[in-house]
């Protein structure tokens, strides 16, 4: 807020209705005298202050700001996503709910339509569409992680129920790995390693009709066929839709007892409290530990800020559908953007391995932080500051009290540090960043950009650094992430 806005809101508070033509003139008095106006709440309210210690190590950044979706699209309007993709460096990219061009890639009975077929005969798969959405990934230097099994259906029962014979299904599989990795089938060498068996087996109905147990086996016979036709690919799951579910200890016993492979464990997590996300991380790392699967991957693989209740996203009476945009488009604004810079920072301190935001696809539209024009979100450019952040990847100690999240480190060459914060709601909006020990010699260029509801990861200032320390003043209000940037000034 300038300060001409803040006399406004000071004397209109005082005199509600009254102003007056003299009113204006004192705002003019005071403009023009730079007189601090005292009687605001955010011009006396004092700074908080954090502290960046440069000089002291603190572990990696780790590239946590993996997606769900790959940046083909099928609508016709939309742009194509690959740029953006590249331009956020997602790490992962995990495959469910993908829909380009049409639903027909990714899921197992797309590839493989008829299940009755002879699995041994190229002719009976369906690979070039998947083959396209696939290497657009790849392209751009991201990993994938193949969700084997399907969408979800909301309404119907199509796919989502346990295969007729496991044993065939799995043999379908292997044959998918080795048309995308070993080249079968005029295949590819996308050398794709992490492999998840289904998705979300514990949403009764939505995403598997069958028994707990009927999973189970169908895990094994995946998990086994799938590493004995490669030691060196990785298969997980269940992507179960909480660390808490009750499906968790039953499956890892079941896997514990029968010494299956399990290289990664897979979960999801929606809600509010940035909190949240890396609790669920700690959680997870500490069932596997329990069960002696002290090994496995933790993958938090799908993530989203939602700050309703499912059942206002999933109305069922026409009038609720009103208000639903206004809801969906909460969920990927500047507060979100905040919400989605906070998780990545509160994620460095926790044993996650991998993780996936749902989605950077324009196909699941209201879920993804692309709309159906390809048009990126604020969230889309949260994702982007965190990935500035990762290219200066030794992370340093920093000082800041827990109404801030804030992340920074140095290149490897210490010719560049990075200093990534976020405001989720907090009503602290002035801040004192103190900078000790800033390896980067002769004179310092900072650059400050923002992303909120106004900004676009846009450079917001740029300035010599001075003073010994250094102290930056940032307004940085509710729904603001910040990426500043340090380096030696050429000039």
């Given at each position: 807020?300038?300060?001409?806005?803040?006399?406004?809101?000071?004397?209109?508070?005082?005199?509600?209705?009254?102003?007056?033509?003299?009113?204006?003139?004192?705002?003019?008095?005071?403009?023009?005298?730079?007189?601090?106006?005292?009687?605001?709440?955010?011009?006396?309210?004092?700074?908080?202050?954090?502290?960046?210690?440069?000089?002291?190590?603190?572990?990696?950044?780790?590239?946590?700001?993996?997606?769900?979706?790959?940046?083909?699209?099928?609508?016709?309007?939309?742009?194509?996503?690959?740029?953006?993709?590249?331009?956020?460096?997602?790490?992962?990219?995990?495959?469910?709910?993908?829909?380009?061009?049409?639903?027909?890639?990714?899921?197992?009975?797309?590839?493989?339509?008829?299940?009755?077929?002879?699995?041994?005969?190229?002719?009976?798969?369906?690979?070039?569409?998947?083959?396209?959405?696939?290497?657009?990934?790849?392209?751009?230097?991201?990993?994938?992680?193949?969700?084997?099994?399907?969408?979800?259906?909301?309404?119907?029962?199509?796919?989502?129920?346990?295969?007729?014979?496991?044993?065939?299904?799995?043999?379908?599989?292997?044959?998918?790995?080795?048309?995308?990795?070993?080249?079968?089938?005029?295949?590819?060498?996308?050398?794709?390693?992490?492999?998840?068996?289904?998705?979300?087996?514990?949403?009764?109905?939505?995403?598997?009709?069958?028994?707990?147990?009927?999973?189970?086996?169908?895990?094994?016979?995946?998990?086994?066929?799938?590493?004995?036709?490669?030691?060196?690919?990785?298969?997980?799951?269940?992507?179960?839709?909480?660390?808490?579910?009750?499906?968790?200890?039953?499956?890892?016993?079941?896997?514990?007892?029968?010494?299956?492979p399990l290289d990664f464990f897979s979960f999801h997590w929606y809600g509010k409290d940035p909190a949240g996300p890396a609790a669920s991380a700690v959680a997870a790392r500490k069932i596997l530990d329990e069960f002696g699967f002290q090994k496995t991957e933790t993958h938090l693989n799908e993530w989203h800020y939602?700050?309703?209740?499912?059942?206002?996203?999933?109305?069922?009476?026409?009038?609720?559908?009103?208000?639903?945009?206004?809801?969906?488009?909460?969920?990927?604004?500047?507060?979100?953007?905040?919400?989605?810079?906070?998780?990545?920072?509160?994620?460095?301190?926790?044993?996650?391995?991998?993780?996936?935001?749902?989605?950077?696809?324009?196909?699941?539209?209201?879920?993804?932080?692309?709309?159906?024009?390809?048009?990126?979100?604020?969230?889309?450019?949260?994702?982007?500051?965190?990935?500035?952040?990762?290219?200066?990847?030794?992370?340093?100690?920093?000082?800041?009290?827990?109404?801030?999240?804030?992340?920074?480190?140095?290149?490897?060459?210490?010719?560049?540090?990075?200093?990534?914060?976020?405001?989720?709601?907090?009503?602290?909006?002035?801040?004192?960043?103190?900078?000790?020990?800033?390896?980067?010699?002769?004179?310092?260029?900072?650059?400050?950009?923002?992303?909120?509801?106004?900004?676009?990861?846009?450079?917001?200032?740029?300035?010599?650094?001075?003073?010994?320390?250094?102290?930056?003043?940032?307004?940085?209000?509710?729904?603001?992430?910040?990426?500043?940037?340090?380096?030696?000034?050429?000039?």
């Amino acid at each position: 807020m300038t300060l001409h806005q803040r006399i406004l809101v000071a004397i209109g508070h005082r005199q509600p209705g009254r102003l007056s033509v003299l009113t204006g003139l004192l705002c003019c008095l005071l403009v023009a005298t730079h007189a601090p106006c005292a009687e605001t709440p955010e011009a006396s309210a004092t700074n908080g202050t954090v502290s960046i210690h440069f000089g002291t190590p603190a572990g990696r950044i780790k590239p946590l700001h993996g997606v769900n979706g790959g940046p083909l699209s099928r609508s016709s309007e939309s742009d194509n996503l690959v740029v953006y993709h590249a331009e956020a460096g997602f790490p992962h990219t995990r495959l469910h709910d993908c829909q380009w061009p049409s639903p027909n890639v990714v899921d197992v009975h797309c590839v493989f339509p008829l299940f009755h077929a002879d699995a041994d005969d190229p002719r009976n798969y369906v690979f070039a569409p998947t083959d396209d959405y696939l290497a657009a990934i790849v392209k751009n230097g991201s990993q994938i992680v193949y969700r084997l099994g399907t969408c979800i259906e909301h309404k119907t029962q199509y796919n989502v129920n346990p295969p007729a014979d496991p044993r065939k299904w799995a043999d379908i599989c292997v044959h998918m790995i080795r048309h995308f990795n070993d080249g079968w089938a005029d295949g590819h060498q996308f050398n794709i390693r992490y492999w998840e068996i289904w998705n979300e087996p514990d949403l009764k109905g939505q995403m598997w009709t069958g028994t707990m147990e009927q999973y189970f086996a169908l895990y094994e016979a995946a998990a086994t066929a799938i590493k004995a036709h490669d030691p060196k690919n990785k298969v997980g799951g269940p992507g179960v839709t909480d660390v808490r579910s009750e499906w968790v200890r039953p499956f890892l016993k079941y896997c514990q007892e029968r010494k299956l492979p399990l290289d990664f464990f897979s979960f999801h997590w929606y809600g509010k409290d940035p909190a949240g996300p890396a609790a669920s991380a700690v959680a997870a790392r500490k069932i596997l530990d329990e069960f002696g699967f002290q090994k496995t991957e933790t993958h938090l693989n799908e993530w989203h800020y939602i700050n309703v209740g499912w059942n206002e996203l999933r109305p069922n009476k026409r009038e609720s559908f009103r208000g639903l945009r206004t809801k969906f488009q909460a969920t990927l604004g500047g507060e979100a953007a905040a919400f989605a810079a906070a998780v990545l920072i509160r994620f460095q301190d926790t044993p996650l391995d991998v993780a996936n935001f749902f989605t950077a696809a324009a196909d699941t539209l209201h879920w993804s932080m692309f709309d159906e024009y390809g048009v990126p979100s604020t969230t889309y450019h949260a994702f982007r500051a965190f990935n500035e952040l990762t290219q200066t990847p030794a992370r340093v100690r920093v000082d800041a009290p827990p109404s801030l999240d804030v992340c920074a480190g140095l290149s490897e060459d210490k010719r560049r540090a990075g200093v990534l914060l976020a405001n989720f709601k907090s009503p602290q909006s002035r801040w004192d960043l103190s900078v000790q020990d800033l390896p980067l010699t002769g004179k310092v260029r900072l650059q400050k950009y923002l992303v909120d509801d106004h900004h676009e990861f846009s450079l917001s200032s740029e300035e010599l650094l001075s003073g010994s320390p250094p102290v930056i003043h940032l307004d940085l209000p509710p729904g603001t992430v910040c990426f500043l940037r340090f380096v030696t000034d050429k000039n």
